[in-house]
């Protein structure tokens, strides 16, 4: 029982707990308007589309891969919809489209990982700049808007006192988190990051599993890439632009390895609402960008350090 | 008189005490063997005296001078050099680059390193070791005993006045073995003083002058070879007399059975060439040969590792030519890989989880994975294979050489496969677990597993075999019963003739 306890008690996860609760002590002190209910709410929208795709980049960094395209991928999908909307389709068949164009871009580079054997940060980074360029040559550069205001309401409207897109975060969430406790997917994906040789040798379809990240990869980012313009009332080529890196720093606060094997959704959960409280903490208070990058760049590196020390007391109690 | 001597060392890791109190010395010109069961801490122990991990107490003096500790480099320059159990090597980089990471040859004052030295001084020291490697081929394809020969090399091109070798012969056949022999024979002459761990106490008894004994991590007596024989060492190791009975000879199977696996011509080009065998159900085929004659390479295209380039497998009612590891196993093959830590293990994951994961999926129930049985499961293969291990919660990492291989094949067992492939079983095991995998292999085989033993312990193929295939360079050099096989004709077999077998 004790160790139990003392294994709870370093956990990242209760580091990162901690932290986000003096921090909104630290912000309640400070500006007490700031932690209340309806302000965090309409604080929110702006994490939501972070938020969604840090589900599968945390599975994607577990298996020890990375997707830089998550955000080309928005763009791309951004731009199909608002096309598709724009020539006259239906826009829940235009969504549907979207939606299928983030699947098949996932799976390109699930495909090119599993079977061509590329690197997963070589391969995304390719993608990146191709799916953003297809995006800004089909588009020309021009938005598209119009919508109608009941598509708007997926990106801005509440659903029993929280933000419709924040319930698909939490429907998405509870799902994953079943996969990855309650199924063997959850300890495959784990070993994959840790030693891919010995999971393929156990007989589990480590090619397969890679394949259904990646394109899951894809198909949240389409999610979230309608979410977003269905809260901006537009879609534009550069949309999602840099997101990829938002979504990775989310996921290593979070206490994700990004060599594989370490970390979990949870975690990732806790590094979203950190980088998401300061970053709008700091430009609601002082609304100075250059703190905000600096408050970033601070956040990242205590938790990193810190999760260092944590594993180590861990490893020799 | 130059001498290594330890004074006084333990180590613990949480709760368990590896090492406790260990006072021994080696001397210049001696081949001190170091022996114990599995977990005894025989390797924690070498860790401390190359400097990879550092001791709780005590200390370890080098010509009566204290050796910085916890330092690999500054103990190195003294010149005790340590080759750990598992081959520490960049498995991207080249024999080379391998032997040389570090401490490059250089040339015009250090602008260009002097390659031509390198390789010339690397393919030197390999042949001392009796095996022409590839220098070009990066070390991570190649097999495990040749990783393990370049992670000798490495340690021998220093020059070391303390050879520390952690079981350095698990992986080699009896060629490679001798060389190995050979060359430590030569080391001593020159009067460097060795340290030699092995679970195969033939070569215990064959290389050293004075064997120390370790239980549980505290050192039971220092002995002269002359005055122990091999019962009493074991008797020393165990802390009880334990009858090491060679294993029984399992029945002979009725030929009338149909075959479990039939495989006609095989090929695969640089691996293996026409290989045609059968296997009977409950029928062990042991397959023998000498380091890089194409055993594991036949042994993963069976499980589905490798493709191979003709020739079929008939197998479970089909006949394959090409099949996947998916196919395999649900086909009931199973495969104990030759390289626990890179194959076998995935070795920060617990104990349970590694016996588990290949029939994870078979634990899920509504509620999520059924954590009662995966325990009890678990729990009954640790008693059964007797795993030394805190708890099964621990990670497999925490676990000695010896213990995780027992995983390795424990991971297997509870799935029931109709054909069992072995490579090297008891890599590592100690004596008595060793003789506790006899029995367990031939359990199976009563119960009608077809076994592929491949193993390069020569008695261990002999006495539990049905019948052996011998291989050499990729070619069957013919399948003898147990009646015909003797270690002189395994050996003879084995060797390359002169008339070139090229493939
Ligand atoms: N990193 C570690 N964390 C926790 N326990 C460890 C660790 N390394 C070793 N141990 C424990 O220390 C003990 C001694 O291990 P060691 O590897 O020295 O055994 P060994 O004599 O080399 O055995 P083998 O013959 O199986 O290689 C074992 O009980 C092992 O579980
Ligand atoms: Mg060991």
Redesign the pocket.
């Known amino acids: 029982m004790k160790q139990r306890i003392h294994h709870i008690l370093w956990q990242p996860e209760t580091f990162l707990a901690l932290l986000v609760a003096s921090l909104f002590g630290l912000m309640g002190q400070l500006d007490p308007a700031f932690i209340q209910w309806h302000v965090q709410r309409e604080l929110s929208t702006h994490a939501w589309e972070l938020a969604i795709i840090a589900i599968p980049m945390t599975l994607v960094i577990l298996t020890g891969g990375i997707d830089l395209s998550v955000g080309a991928i928005m763009s791309l999908t951004a731009i199909t919809l608002g096309m598709l909307f724009q020539s006259g389709c239906p826009l829940p068949l235009a969504c549907l489209a979207a939606l299928l164009a983030g699947i098949l871009c996932g799976a390109l580079n699930g495909w090119f990982i599993t079977r061509m054997q590329v690197h997963p940060l070589i391969i995304t980074l390719a993608t990146m700049a191709a799916y953003r360029g297809v995006a800004e040559g089909i588009s020309r550069a021009r938005p598209v808007s119009g919508f109608p205001s009941s598509f708007a309401w997926l990106g801005q409207g509440l659903w029993l006192g929280i933000p419709v897109a924040g319930w698909l975060f939490l429907g998405l969430l509870v799902v994953m988190l079943w996969m990855m406790h309650a199924r063997s997917f959850g300890t495959h994906v784990y070993a994959i990051g840790l030693n891919s040789t010995a999971t393929r040798f156990s007989g589990i379809r480590v090619d397969r599993m890679l394949l259904a990240i990646y394109t899951f990869s894809g198909g949240v980012s389409a999610l979230a890439a309608i979410l977003l313009v269905a809260r901006r009332n537009t879609a534009k080529a550069d949309m999602g632009m840099g997101m990829e890196l938002g979504v990775i720093t989310a996921v290593v606060i979070g206490g994700v390895s990004i060599f594989g094997g370490r970390g979990s959704l949870l975690g990732t959960c806790l590094g979203i609402l950190l980088i998401h409280e300061t970053r709008e903490f700091v430009s609601w208070h002082w609304n100075r960008d250059e703190l905000n990058l600096l408050a970033l760049g601070a956040l990242l590196i205590l938790s990193v350090v810190f999760q260092k020390l944590l594993r180590h007391k861990r ?1 020799t109690p | 008189m130059e001498r290594l001597k330890t004074n006084a060392l333990s ?1 613990s ?2 709760g ?4 406790k109190d260990i006072s021994m010395d080696i001397i210049a010109g001696e081949v001190h063997a170091l022996c ?12 401390i005296l190359s400097g990879v991990e550092r001791p709780d107490t005590g200390k370890v003096h080098w010509r009566d001078a204290p050796l910085p500790l916890g330092k690999v480099d500054a103990i190195e320059a003294h010149g005790v050099v340590a080759v750990h ?1 598992e081959p520490v090597i960049f498995p991207h980089l080249n024999a080379v680059d391998n032997l040389f990471v570090g401490r490059e040859h250089a040339m015009a004052c250090g602008i260009w390193l002097n390659q031509a030295s390198m390789r010339k001084q690397t393919q030197n020291i390999l042949a001392t070791l009796g095996e022409a490697l590839s220098v070009t081929e990066p070390v991570g394809e190649m097999s495990l005993a040749q990783r393990q020969m370049v992670s000798m090399a490495r340690a021998l091109i220093h020059q070391c006045r303390i050879l520390i070798l ?2 350095p012969t698990a992986s080699l056949s009896a060629r490679e073995s001798a060389s190995l022999f050979g060359r430590i024979n030569v080391l001593k002459e020159q009067g460097v003083g060795i340290l030699y ?1 092995s ?1 195969r106490l033939e070569e215990v008894f064959k290389l050293a002058d004075r064997v120390t004994v ?1 239980r549980d ?1 505290a050192s039971v007596g220092t002995w002269a070879i002359k005055d122990l024989n091999r019962d009493t060492l074991i008797k020393h190791m165990v802390g009880r007399e334990v009858p090491v009975a060679p294993p029984t000879s399992s029945p002979n199977v009725k030929p009338t059975k149909q075959p479990v696996i039939e495989v006609s011509a095989l090929c695969r080009k640089g691996a293996f060439n026409d290989i045609s065998f059968h296997i009977q159900p409950g029928e062990i085929l042991g397959m023998s040969g000498l380091v890089g004659a194409g055993r594991s390479e036949i042994a993963r295209a069976l499980f589905g590792v490798d493709r191979f380039d003709s020739g079929n497998i008939l197998y479970g009612g089909r006949t394959w030519t090409s099949l996947t590891i998916q196919d395999a196993i649900a086909h009931g093959i199973a495969m104990v890989p030759e390289d626990r830590q890179l194959q076998g293990l995935v070795l920060p994951l617990s104990v349970e989880t590694n016996l588990l994961l290949p029939s994870l999926a078979n634990h899920e129930c509504f509620r999520g994975l059924d954590q009662g049985t995966m325990r009890s499961t678990a729990g009954d293969l640790v008693t059964q294979l007797g795993i ?3 708890s099964p919660s ?2 497999a ?9 027992k995983i390795v094949i424990g991971k297997w067992l509870h799935t029931h496969p109709t054909l069992l492939i072995l490579d090297e079983p008891t890599r ?3 004596v008595g677990a060793k003789s506790e995998v006899h029995r367990i292999i031939q359990a199976l085989a009563a119960k009608g597993t077809a076994i592929l033993l491949i193993s390069s312990e020569l008695p261990e193929i002999l006495s539990l075999s049905d019948r052996i295939m011998v291989l050499c360079g990729g070619c069957n050099q013919g399948i003898l019963s147990r009646q015909e096989a003797t270690q002189e004709i395994l050996l003879r077999r084995s060797l390359p003739t002169d008339s070139g077998r090229d493939i």
């Open positions: 490893a | 180590k890791y949480g368990t005490h590896a090492l114990g069961e599995n977990g005894a801490g025989k390797s924690t122990l070498i860790k159990q952690d079981e761990v679970h370790l991590g030394k291990t805190e621990k990670p990492e925490s676990l000695s050489g010896g213990n995780q291989q590592g095991v100690d």
